[in-house]
Structure formats: structure tokens, C-alpha cells
């Protein structure tokens, strides 16, 4: 089992910034590679931004140069840097987590691909509104 609680959303200017925080509580030593998502009203939920185990990364296109996603392994924190902020970044964003295995690697982001059908936690979802 693994909770996910985000915080640090919130509004802010374009052109911003503002840093995402996910407490990832696990009950199992099970591994996962960590994710977030985004979902604007009316449009279809999309990913963000994926790190692995060994802490390889991989960014959707549209995000890429302008956020960073990191993990403290000792807090287990999983942390999204957003700068330079969008109108279009406005959306509610979400931790999610994917078990991953010697023979399961982690799929979300490969190829492009971010259907987020591979996840089995997801958190509540935390918003952040970027005014032009």
C-alpha cells in the first residue's frame, strides 16, 4: 500500500514559480517509480514528469527546461520545481505511483507515452493557478 499526500500548490503570476511536495507513505518495501500528472478542467488528465528508481527522469514535452522533478529518499518526499509558469500550466496536479520490478520497469513517459494506465496510487491532487 502506498499513501500520497501532495501540498505547495497554489496561484501565482506567469513567468513564476512555486515547488510541489508529495509525502509518500509506503507499508511495503516494494518498489515504485514516482510521477506527476495534471488535469485541467474539461481536458484529459496528462503526465508531467517521471523519475525512476535510479533517479533517471523524464519530462513531457511540453514542461521540459521549466521543471524539474526530484525525490528526498531519506524524507521520502517527491518534489515537482516549477519555473517559469504557464497560464496553460493551470491545472490540478496529482503524485502518482507505479510498482516497478526487476522485470516490470517503469513505463510511464517511455516513448512519449503518459496514459497513466500502469499506475496503482494516486494522490488527492493539489491546484495551481497561473494568471496571465
Do not use: H
Amino acid at each position: 500500500q502506498v499513501q500520497l499526500v501532495e501540498s505547495g500548490g497554489g496561484s501565482v503570476q506567469a513567468g513564476g514559480s512555486l515547488r510541489l511536495s508529495c509525502a509518500v507513505i509506503k507499508s511495503s518495501t516494494s518498489n515504485y517509480c514516482l510521477a506527476w500528472f495534471r488535469q485541467a478542467p474539461g481536458q484529459e488528465r496528462e503526465g508531467v514528469a517521471v523519475i525512476d528508481a535510479d533517479a533517471s527522469t523524464r519530462y513531457a514535452d511540453s514542461v521540459k527546461g521549466r521543471f524539474t522533478i526530484s525525490k528526498d529518499n531519506a524524507k521520502n518526499i517527491l518534489y515537482l520545481q516549477m519555473n517559469n509558469l504557464k497560464s496553460e500550466d493551470t491545472a490540478n496536479y496529482y503524485c502518482a505511483a507505479e510498482l516497478i520490478g526487476s522485470d516490470y520497469p517503469c513505463m510511464i513517459g517511455r516513448g512519449g507515452r503518459w496514459s497513466g494506465e500502469t499506475i496503482m496510487y494516486w494522490g488527492q491532487g493539489t491546484q495551481v493557478t497561473v494568471s496571465s
